[in-house]
């Protein structure tokens, strides 16, 4: 055994059986080569389990034991320990930068996906897809234009795999023509789907409806 491979944390990333909020940091475990226990817990599991993890809430990372909540704060650890944070402290700040913004999408997302009334949850949906979505995706298309295909500066980031992520899931909603508008943000996409070990993770992993 090597001294790295004696250095390496045991990890197991702890989610449901879906890509959801794990899937961009299974993205930052696979392009660093990191082997670690993909475990995805059923439903009937969850009522138990949730009484023992922190803030009662998945996806967790064990890290040789030791239980670490937040999605993101978990996928930037991983992040700055293999390198795919930036070439500075600037664009490390960016990536966080995009990153929240993308969270505050999903939580406009989020806010019509919880109405219960199917009125009016399409009204809000049709609001979404018409004012807040082209909000959002136009500045972000801006900036990955302006990087030449990567969300921050001129290498790989976390940001490009919580971007690759996000419009994955935004195609399956809204269809498979809906990044036509978003040309830069298309080509990021499909420049993470086509890293060797992202589209190796892509091709065998459990395939889910989200």
């Given at each position: 055994?090597?001294?790295?491979?004696?250095?390496?944390?045991?990890?197991?990333?702890?989610?449901?059986?879906?890509?959801?909020?794990?899937?961009?940091?299974?993205?930052?475990?696979?392009?660093?080569?990191?082997?670690?226990?993909?475990?995805?817990?059923?439903?009937?599991?969850?009522?138990?389990?949730?009484?023992?993890?922190?803030?009662?809430?998945?996806?967790?990372?064990?890290?040789?034991?030791?239980?670490?909540?937040?999605?993101?704060?978990?996928?930037?650890?991983?992040?700055?320990?293999?390198?795919?944070?930036?070439?500075?402290?600037?664009?490390?700040?960016?990536?966080?930068?995009?990153?929240?913004?993308?969270?505050?999408?999903?939580?406009?997302?989020l806010q019509f996906q919880k109405e219960e009334d199917l009125f009016k949850r399409e009204e809000k949906k049709?609001?979404?897809?018409?004012?807040?979505?082209?909000?959002?995706?136009?500045?972000?298309?801006?900036?990955?234009?302006?990087?030449?295909?990567?969300?921050?500066?001129?290498?790989?980031?976390?940001?490009?795999?919580?971007?690759?992520?996000?419009?994955?899931?935004?195609?399956?909603?809204?269809?498979?023509?809906?990044?036509?508008?978003?040309?830069?943000?298309?080509?990021?996409?499909?420049?993470?789907?086509?890293?060797?070990?992202?589209?190796?993770?892509?091709?065998?992993?459990?395939?889910?409806?989200?």
């Amino acid at each position: 055994m090597t001294e790295d491979q004696q250095q390496q944390p045991s990890y197991k990333l702890i989610y449901f059986n879906a890509r959801g909020r794990a899937e961009h940091i299974r993205f930052v475990l696979a392009y660093a080569g990191v082997d670690y226990v993909d475990e995805r817990v059923p439903k009937e599991r969850w009522p138990e389990l949730k009484k023992s993890v922190p803030y009662g809430q998945l996806p967790v990372l064990e890290v040789d034991g030791q239980r670490v909540a937040q999605s993101n704060a978990i996928a930037r650890y991983l992040a700055r320990k293999y390198g795919l944070v930036g070439a500075d402290e600037w664009e490390a700040m960016q990536c966080d930068v995009l990153v929240d913004s993308l969270g505050d999408l999903r939580q406009e997302l989020l806010q019509f996906q919880k109405e219960e009334d199917l009125f009016k949850r399409e009204e809000k949906k049709a609001k979404f897809a018409k004012e807040t979505i082209p909000f959002f995706l136009n500045k972000f298309e801006q900036t990955v234009g302006k990087n030449n295909g990567y969300a921050v500066g001129s290498s790989t980031t976390w940001a490009d795999f919580v971007f690759a992520v996000a419009l994955e899931n935004f195609e399956q909603m809204f269809g498979g023509g809906a990044l036509e508008s978003y040309p830069a943000l298309r080509s990021l996409k499909q420049r993470v789907h086509g890293i060797p070990a992202i589209a190796e993770w892509i091709a065998k992993r459990p395939h889910t409806s989200s």
